[in-house]
């Protein structure tokens, strides 16, 4: 099997006509990646900005192929997204992720952390019950201590049913974030309806504060919308001083990004947090 997926790899390499060879060898490569290893996940430390510490940190998956390099999730998890492998990719992910967060909490009880999940998989009638089962596993954990974070996309596409499943998750104690925020579809009306706890605001209108004025009034307008309905905000993305000052100033919770902190492997995060103090 090993050597008939390196052919296919080298296939993919003289061909790279079409999109469709390309998807096919994606596909099938990620079908051997967790059992040969080539997925890593690393750790985005989220900065508190009025406990002026960090306080929790994102999980974000990265594929190290052996011929293709690194391989981007913005590739491959749309791939994943199109077959049920996502769900074996999100096992992976929580797994890995609660068990970096079992060890940091010994030392460091309320650290959060957020897992990216997919609208696709979110909808499936056993989602809830898989979150409790990896939740189980893992009894020193507080569910609130895990943020699921789901684009505003699901949201819209099938409000009811997100509606349902969103209050399941909330029963069960987990927190929930509203990814990439302001890019997409949600409808305020919704939005207060919704049980969620985070919105977090993309990268995209964070790129320009300090160059764009509509787009410094759209990160306002966030904060004070989340504000006014009781959720807190992140953003995203942020990249230098003057970006993470504005956000202070208008009263955003919670910054990310390469300014504070780029995403780390395990041993470093264990790092960071053990130089701060509790
Ligand atoms: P996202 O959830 O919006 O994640 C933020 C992306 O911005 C990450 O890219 C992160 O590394 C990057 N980033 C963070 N701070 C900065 C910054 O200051 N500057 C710049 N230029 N970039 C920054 P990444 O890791 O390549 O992930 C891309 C997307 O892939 C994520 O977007 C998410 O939608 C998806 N993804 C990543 N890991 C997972 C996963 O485990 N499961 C699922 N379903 N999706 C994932
Ligand atoms: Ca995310
Ligand atoms: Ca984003
Ligand atoms: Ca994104």
Avoid at 168 to 181: C, E, I, K, N, T
Avoid at 213 to 232: F, H, N, P, T
Wanted: hydrophobic share 40%; net charge negative; aromatic share 10%.
């Amino acid at each position: 099997a090993k050597q008939s997926g390196r052919n296919s790899v080298y296939v993919f390499k003289n061909e790279l006509e079409t999109q469709l060879t390309r998807t096919v060898n994606i596909e099938t490569e990620l079908r051997y990646a967790i059992e040969r290893n080539e997925f890593v996940l690393v750790f985005q430390p989220q900065y508190a900005l009025e406990q002026n510490q960090f306080t929790g940190f994102e999980a974000l998956i990265r594929w190290q192929h052996p011929e293709m390099g690194t391989v981007s999730p913005e590739v491959f998890i749309p791939v994943a997204e199109r077959s049920d492998f996502i769900i074996d990719l999100t096992d992976w992910v929580l797994s890995q992720a609660l068990t970096t967060l079992q060890t940091l909490s010994g030392e460091h009880p309320n650290l959060t952390l957020s897992v990216n999940i997919s609208a696709r998989e979110l909808i499936r009638s056993d989602f809830v019950e898989r979150i409790r089962q990896h939740l189980s596993k893992h009894p020193t954990i507080n569910a609130c201590q895990l943020e699921l974070e789901i684009t505003e996309r699901i949201a819209m596409e099938q409000p009811q049913k997100a509606l349902m499943i969103f209050q399941s998750l909330r029963r069960l104690g987990v927190s929930l974030a509203l990814d990439d925020f302001g890019t997409g579809y949600s409808s305020l009306s919704y939005l207060k309806r919704y049980p969620l706890n985070t919105l977090k605001i993309d990268k995209t209108f964070v790129d320009e504060i300090g160059i764009d004025e509509e787009d410094e009034a759209v990160c306002k307008a966030i904060i004070s919308l989340a504000k006014a309905i009781g959720y807190q905000t992140i953003a995203e993305g942020v990249e230098n001083q003057q970006q993470a000052e504005f956000l202070r100033t208008h009263g955003c919770d919670f910054i990310q990004g390469y300014y504070y902190a780029k995403p780390l492997k395990s041993d470093a995060l264990t790092a960071l947090f053990a130089n701060q103090t509790a």
